[in-house]
T-cell receptor
């Protein structure tokens, strides 16, 4: 079975600085999808960025980018020019292409942004 | 509506009572998911509906949990004889469905359930 591990329960960053959130996963599959979701205090889960495993190029979405290392099964999220609105819980998630479309989540990293 | 909606937003119940949680997916989304989020934890998959296919119930933790969906609209998650360990936020998500494996799941705000 696939598992997702986020080893940083909490992180802190100064406004305008860069922070990297770590995620590792375990799978025997060769093709899959990886996601980062943001959950602010409102509880609404918001998709931040998505990576297809068959693509070597790292995904980017404005200030958000990933470092996808397939061989190492690592999928870190980099947030550049951090803003106060980035403060939230961040979840890494895995999705198989061969099974139900369910997402397998890590335990999350709580990001604080200091003014 | 514009997004996934869930009701109630919060629910407090007594141990042993039954509860029903409701999810209204985005119009036109054929796929619907229920997840559970315990305090300080990630989301756990509970059940998945795709159109008129048999639902994937592999994540339901016990036979006290059940869910229904009428066509491609509203879904109800029912927890019978609630226990304190059922206290959690229950999140619903919907997506376009089918075989678009790259598709995005859109989440509702969740229902926070507290069992006393």
């Amino acid at each position: 079975a696939q598992t997702v591990t986020q080893s940083q329960p909490e992180m802190s960053v100064q406004e305008a600085e860069t922070v990297t959130l770590s995620c590792t996963y375990d799978t025997s599959e060769s093709d899959y999808y990886l996601f980062w979701y943001k959950q602010p205090p409102s509880r609404q889960m918001i998709l931040v960025i998505r990576q297809e495993a068959y693509k070597q190029q790292n995904a980017t979405e404005n200030r958000f980018s990933v470092n996808f290392q397939k061989a190492a099964k690592s999928f870190s999220l980099k947030i550049s020019d951090s803003q106060l609105g980035d403060a939230a819980m961040y979840f890494c998630a895995y999705r198989s292409i061969s099974a139900t479309n369910k997402l397998i989540f890590g335990t999350g990293t709580l990001l604080a942004v200091q003014p | 509506g514009a997004g996934v909606s869930q009701s109630p937003s919060n629910k407090v119940t007594e141990k042993g009572k039954d509860v029903e949680l409701r999810c209204d997916p985005i119009s036109g989304h054929t796929a619907l998911y229920w997840y559970r989020q315990r305090l300080g934890q990630g989301l756990e998959f509970l059940i998945y509906f795709q159109g008129n296919s048999a639902p994937d119930k592999s994540g339901l933790p016990s036979d006290r949990f059940s869910a229904e969906r009428t066509g491609e609209s509203v879904s109800t998650l029912t927890i019978q004889r609630t226990q304190q360990e059922d206290s959690a936020v229950y999140l619903c998500a919907s997506s376009l469905g089918g075989f678009r494996v790259q598709e995005t799941q859109y989440f509702g705000p969740g229902t926070r359930l507290l069992v006393l």
